[in-house]
């Protein structure tokens, strides 16, 4: 495990002080390491809160704090914003709910997977993770009907996808469609509807989706009984987004994994590494233990026999801890760059780098609905978004910018 003084001193005080928070949920540090760090080193509180909204860990971190028993000015702060998370948690698994029950009604089923859920499933509460939107699991032959449900309940699809790729090539083209609900001009529930729960660019994402089961009995998340993902599903897919799509970009990926990890028995790990082995996640799977080990200090089950250099450990270490490598500090082209140098370093093997640089490239060129919102166009002539996506994109780039 690296040492807090030695983050303290490549990195700063501020991520020094989040890895020793982290530490003591997992109970590899004590929270009167905590005190004696505020009490002999400069915090800058809003540096530290803005590393933790980065890395999407307030309630771990923050728990931390306040348990430290530490008194300083800012700490009303940590506490509003906890209350805040709290509040909108409760908010979200309240409308999920609610939106189940509908589904029900029409009987679709419907199942939820990370956000609260998973917190309450591996936490043990609705609270430890920030939870931002519904993430709802349904089959593809639903999909129609549940949309036709929530615009009666006055959701608005984000992007009519339908309008680019009509219906019938939609399952092919995407993974997933998503309706907002409005109040007073704010969005106030993004819902995300998933029949598969990887992207066109990654691979085995159909693969993955068959390998979920849910759980024979109903739990409780509020006040209802529902389906849930077995733990060995929740935990594959929780596993398959964090490596493809978050790409490990955050610490609340290896809390995730770590915490999750700790709920699980023999026979699950037994058929997960069946799994992982299927569909391409070793090297993900020992890279998230690696570094666990490393930067919390606690072991999760290794199977593999894979050895990770020491070169690409620190590779994954500093896009973590140093802020200059994080992924909100990239223009687009180097955050593709930077995307892709770590998608291949996950690869189990390295000969499908083509495929996936291929895939990649092909996600990039191909029109998609902000295409076609940008400038709707009958299907005949489609062939234009070629041209007009990198003007389309060379526009949104130099707003951005402004």
Known sequence: ??????IKSEYDVEMALIMLCIRCHFKTSHVNEIRQFIQSNPIDWAKFSSYSEYHKVPPIVYQ?????GERFTELNQLKS????IT???????????RIIRLFQSANIQAIPFKGATFSQQFYGNLVSRISCDIDLLINWEDLQACIAILKKESYLPENEMELLHGWDNLKSK???YNLD??????RLYHVELHWCIGNSELLYSNEVTQLLNKDSEKHTLIQDKIFRLTNESHFLAVLFHHAGKDVFNFLRNFIDIA???????????NLLYQHFEKIGLKHSYEMAGNIIVHLFGIQIPQHFPIEIPKKTQRFFIDSLLSNENWVNKKSTIAYFYYFMIKRILLLDAKSKAINLLFRHINL???PNIKDYLFLPLPKPFHFVYYVIKPIRMIKEQFSNNQ
Not at 1 to 6: A, D, L, P, Y
Not at 181 to 186: E, R
Not at 259 to 269: D, G, P, T
């Open 64 to 68: 931390s704090i306040l348990q430290s």
């Open 364 to 366: 990039i060129l191909k």
């Open 174 to 176: 995407e993974n997933e």
């Open 1 to 6: 495990m690296i040492s807090i003084e030695e």
């Open 259 to 269: 915490q999750a990890a700790q709920k699980l028995e023999e026979k699950q790990w």
């Open 87 to 97: 509040l909108r948690n409760w908010q979200l698994t309240q409308e999920a709910e």
């Open 181 to 186: 609900f409005y109040q007073n001009g704010q």
């Open 81 to 84: 914003r906890l209350q805040q």
